[in-house]
Nanobody, 124 residues
């Protein structure tokens, strides 16, 4: 049974970096496409990035392209989201989820087994 746990969030100044981790303590993430999503106060959850099974393909929202990088270490059951050049508009709770869709989709409806989230706040 999948049990996703996100970590790595925090308070950072604009232009700073954070690396988020999504660990599966239950089953094995390597069977799934894994995605990162975020929800800002008063907004809908939106797709940020995803990585397909085996890391063959990745996908990014236009708002984070060139700044965020997703990767996976299946030996450690972990997916990372490296976030650079952070902006105040990146402030949100970040969640990871899994999908059986074999491509790197960032459609909310394709994902489930959400973790509890980790808060990212970008502020000076």
């Amino acid at each position: 049974q999948l049990q996703l746990v996100e970590s790595g969030g925090g308070l950072v100044q604009p232009g700073g970096s954070l690396r988020l981790s999504c660990v599966d303590s239950g089953s094995a993430l390597d069977y799934y496409t894994v995605g990162w999503f975020r929800r800002a106060p008063g907004k809908e959850r939106e797709g940020v990035s995803s990585i397909s099974r085996g890391g063959e393909s990745t996908n990014y929202a236009d708002s984070v392209k060139g700044r965020f990088t997703i990767s996976r270490d299946d030996a450690k059951n972990t997916v990372f989201l490296q976030m650079n050049s952070l902006k105040p508009e990146d402030t949100a709770s970040y969640y990871c989820g899994v999908s059986s869709v074999p491509i790197a989709t960032i459609d909310n409806s394709d994902f489930g087994a959400w973790g509890q989230g980790t808060q990212v706040t970008v502020s000076s």
